[in-house]
């Protein structure tokens, strides 16, 4: 598959590499010279991270906390990633800009769909933080919400595994690797590919998604070469 507009969904924890949390500066620089690499082939590239390796609400409420609160401290721990992730593209001379669904200033730009096409067609990276902007939803439906808003052709999820799997491959080595799939099998088949709301928002809108090991070095520029790499899920 050939693509113009990507949406790159990275989650948080896989920025901590081997450590148990926070974010591991090698995996950080890593990532960063991937996205340049894709940036020079000539795509345009938004990307999300989760929060993961500092805070998740989910976890949060399941302690005892807030839901609603857990959820936005969540978001700051998005923001917080999309810093460090800008801080290491600026080294590497990549340009980008954080714009976020919750208001930051002066470190983020309000999210609009305007704003993030308009630096998506100057050559910058985008980098969109904060989730939708409300609690109750996942970095997964806010990667689906933007994605469809900025009219990505697809969004490649990169995560430590190389795809879709019948079961968890770290846990049931006789697991079957899908290649394709689709949403609704996804669904019937009740695998951890993303949240049900990312899901069904992703199928209404006919936008393909991409799952792939994002911490093989050379995996994104193969996938965007038209690499059979990942699991590709589509309607």
Do not use: W
């Not at 690499?37 to 999300?48: D, K, M, Q």
């Not at 050559?123 to 409300?134: A, H, L, Y």
């Amino acid at each position: 598959m050939k693509f113009n507009r990507i949406l790159l969904k990275l989650s948080g924890e896989a920025l901590m590499g081997e450590q148990l949390h926070g974010i591991c500066p090698a995996r950080l620089n890593t990532y960063a010279r991937e996205i340049k690499t894709a940036l020079n082939h000539g795509i345009e590239i938004a990307i999300i991270i989760g929060g993961g390796n500092i805070f998740r609400g989910l976890q949060g409420a399941a302690k005892g906390m807030d839901r609603v609160q857990g959820d936005y401290m969540g978001m700051l721990a998005t923001v917080i990633n999309s810093l460090a992730l800008q801080a290491e593209l600026e080294k590497i001379q990549v340009k980008s800009t954080i714009l976020s669904g919750i208001q930051v200033l002066p470190v983020t730009e309000p999210m609009t769909r305007r704003r993030a096409l308009e630096l998506l067609l100057s050559g910058q990276v985008v980098i969109i933080s904060g989730g939708t902007g409300n609690p109750f939803f996942t970095t997964d439906t806010a990667a689906a919400l933007r994605a469809s808003e900025i009219e990505a052709d697809v969004i490649l999820k990169g995560t430590r595994v190389d795809g879709v799997y019948s079961a968890d491959p770290e846990k049931e080595p006789n697991a079957k690797k899908y290649e394709t799939i689709t949403f609704e099998e996804v669904y019937q088949k009740q695998l951890k590919v993303m949240d049900l709301t990312a899901i069904t928002l992703c199928r209404e809108n006919k936008l393909p998604v991409v799952v792939f090991n994002m911490n093989i070095e050379g995996n994104l520029a193969r996938l965007l070469e038209g690499k059979n790499i990942g699991t590709l899920v589509t309607v």
